[in-house]
Nanobody, 117 residues
Framework: QVQLVESGGGLVEAGGSLRLSCTASGSTFRFNRAGWYRQAPGKQREVVAHIATSDAIYYADAVKGRFAISRDSARNRVFLRMDNLRPEDTAVYYC???????????WGQGTQVTVSS
C-alpha cells in the first residue's frame, strides 16, 4: 500500500520559516490531489492547505498569506512553505494525497513543528 512520509519539521523561533516535504514510499504515486493538515495537543485535526488536480488551492484563514502549498511538476512531491511562523502554528503536520478525484486519500505519519516565542 501507499505510504506517505513527511519531513522538514523542527523547532524554530517565532518569525522563522520551515519547508515541509512529503513523498510516497513503497509505491509509485502521483499527488494529483494533496493536502496538509495539522493537529495541536488537545485540538481537532484541521486542514491547513490543499491543492486540487486542477491546481486550485485552498488555505485556512489562520495561515493565509504565510504558508504556500506546492508540488513538483511530476507531482511526485508535495511541499508546504511556512513563513512568519507563530507559536500557535505548533502542531504535528500531516500530508495527504490522492491520485483520482473520487479515490481514497493516503496519509503520512506526521512531522512535528514547534514554534517558540
Amino acid at each position: 500500500q501507499v505510504q506517505l512520509v513527511e519531513s522538514g519539521g523542527g523547532l524554530v523561533e517565532a518569525g522563522g520559516s520551515l519547508r515541509l516535504s512529503c513523498t510516497a514510499s513503497g509505491s509509485t504515486f502521483r499527488f494529483n490531489r494533496a493536502g496538509w493538515y495539522r493537529q495541536a495537543p488537545g485540538k481537532q485535526r484541521e486542514v491547513v492547505a490543499h491543492i486540487a488536480t486542477s491546481d486550485a488551492i485552498y488555505y485556512a484563514d489562520a495561515v493565509k498569506g504565510r504558508f504556500a502549498i506546492s508540488r513538483d511538476s511530476a507531482r511526485n512531491r508535495v511541499f508546504l512553505r511556512m513563513d512568519n511562523l507563530r507559536p500557535e502554528d505548533t502542531a504535528v503536520y500531516y500530508c495527504s494525497g490522492g491520485e483520482t478525484t473520487l479515490g481514497r486519500d493516503y496519509w503520512g505519519q506526521g512531522t512535528q513543528v514547534t514554534v517558540s516565542s
